[in-house]
């Protein structure tokens, strides 16, 4: 049901402030901003290839990307993996014994459909399902 690799998702401060390492370091291009209110964040998307970088700002100190950078400092946040079926991969992932943050899937960035699987039970990696809406 994983297809790819969709995304990897990195705590920032400020997208403004890491745009310029993005853009001018690296040469890559923001295809996509959006604040998505629901998760408390705004993004920003690079496409490299088939795999996306995905800047997470806080938009509240409560956000759970505010208390993440409070805890661990900016960087990798999340590896997101895309599927043909998320709701069958969140029900494999829970019959495997996965702690599942995210009992059934909601809108996040891009218009996709996404769920977490906590860190506890991946091994420390926030995992995350996308898939397009249906």
Known sequence: MITRIDHLGIAVRSIEAALPYYEKALGLKCAHREEVPSQQVKTAFFDVGEVHLELLEPTSPESPVAKFIEKN?????????????????????????????????????AGKLVAFLHPKSTFGVLTEFCAPKA
């Open 73 to 109: 400092g900016e960087g990798i946040h999340h590896i997101a993996f895309a599927t043909t079926d998320i709701n069958g991969q969140l029900g494999q992932a829970k019959g495997a014994g996965t702690r599942l943050i995210h009992e059934q899937p909601f809108e996040g960035a």
